[in-house]
Nanobody, 114 residues
């Protein structure tokens, strides 16, 4: 089992920055990839970034950077130059490479507004 607890959401002005955290617990060794998704009002959930166990990262948005601190069992999403279009609930996800693990954080709201 893997449990994910997210933190760091909140209100930020356009052009500002925010860092989301996702702390994992449980069977950490089973995790193959961790991802950040977001879901804006009235829209489908979309992938924004992922990081693999080997360290490779993918970001769908150049303003966002995913990273991790293995000592803290935590994955981060650094969001810079935020735009109101980034307003969404952001979810952390952990999966293995066999389809046996698919864990989700509780979601945190990011609101970008003047």
């Amino acid at each position: 089992q893997v449990q994910l607890v997210e933190s760091g959401g909140g209100l930020v002005q356009p052009g500002g920055s925010l860092r989301l955290s996702c702390q994992a617990s449980g069977n950490i060794g089973s995790i193959y990839v961790m991802e950040w998704y977001r879901q804006a009002p009235g829209k489908e959930r979309e992938l924004v970034a992922r990081i693999y166990s080997g360290g490779h990262t993918d970001s769908m948005e150049g303003r966002f950077t995913i990273s991790r601190d293995n000592a803290k069992n935590t994955v981060y999403l650094q969001m810079n130059y935020l735009d109101p279009e980034d307003t969404a609930v952001y979810y952390c996800n952990a999966r293995d490479d066999r389809g046996a693990l698919d864990a989700w954080g509780q979601g945190v709201l990011v609101t970008v507004s003047s």
